[in-house]
């Protein structure tokens, strides 16, 4: 995530730029004006480029039963550093309407053709056509 994703208001307080997968599960998702819009329940990595491809975000149900559980593009994703939450530029009946599932229906998320429609919903560019990614990890690189 670029420094750029990072919201935060004291500029003397350092951020953590790496942090363990497991201390973000649970993290409160919100938009921009502040409403909730769930939690982040996983992170999905993906392994062949190293890559965060998906935060998989829970929304909606009572306590926890019922929610309906969303991937989000990493890169659709922004850090408040103060409020110790992520942002999502969505309300909630964009998130309401977007391509979801249930906890005991998983997709396939290695698919691309399912991933493409994801990351199109979000306005997002797929991880997997990112230039720089490609340039990173070129075999010419040193």
């Known amino acids: 995530m670029q420094a750029s994703k990072i919201k935060k208001i004291d500029p003397d307080k350092k951020f953590r ?33 190293g890559r965060i491809a998906y935060a998989v975000l829970s929304f909606g149900g009572i306590l926890r039963m019922g929610n309906k559980l969303f991937a989000v593009p990493w890169s659709a994703l922004r850090v408040d ?25 998983w997709p396939d998320m290695a698919d691309t053709t399912w991933g493409a429609e ?8 797929p991880y997997w056509d990112d230039t720089e990614t490609k340039q990173w990890n070129s075999p010419d690189r040193p």
């Open 118 to 125: 994801v990351f199109k919903y979000y306005r997002a560019t």
């Open 17 to 49: 730029r790496v942090l363990a997968a497991s201390t973000l599960a649970g993290d409160k998702v919100r938009n921009a004006v502040g409403e909730d819009l769930g939690k982040i329940d996983e992170i999905m990595i993906d392994i062949p480029t």
């Open 81 to 105: 550093e103060d409020e110790k939450c992520f942002i999502l530029d969505v309300d909630s009946k964009t998130l309401e309407s977007a391509p979801g599932f249930d906890k005991d229906n």
